[in-house]
């Protein structure tokens, strides 16, 4: 029997699931066998690749259902949930340190 679970997380970088975290996100989906798929308003991408992650435009706050089946599907879904808590580990402070630095003389 194959298990089909899901989770809903929502996106809390203030710039989004750009390119960075989106790539994070598809190297983790492709750790398992387990098929993880992302759903987002009425788009379904598939979240082990990185170009159709960042199909889904997800800015800071969008909701996303992270659907996940196969035999190691709880693990899948709660390490990518994991990032999802975490901001994939990005920090405001270099965000703004970024700002500060282009905006500098």
Excluded: Y
Excluded at 16 to 33: F, I, N, S, T, V
Excluded at 52 to 78: K, W
Excluded at 87 to 104: I, L, P, Q, S
Aim: hydrophobic letters at 45%; aromatic letters at 2%; one cysteine or more.
């Amino acid at each position: 029997m194959t298990d089909t679970i899901s989770s809903e997380v929502v996106v809390g970088m203030k710039q989004g699931l750009h390119a960075r975290p989106a790539d994070m996100l598809a190297r983790e989906a492709r750790k398992w066998q387990a098929r993880v798929e992302l759903l987002c308003r009425s788009q379904r991408v598939d979240g082990k690749s990185i170009l159709d992650i960042l199909t889904l435009a997800a800015e800071e706050g969008t909701r996303i259902v992270v659907e996940v089946t196969g035999p190691d599907a709880r693990e899948a879904l709660a390490a990518i949930v994991r990032l999802f808590e975490t901001h994939f580990n990005e920090r405001e402070e270099t965000v703004a340190d970024a700002a500060g630095r282009a905006a500098g003389p």
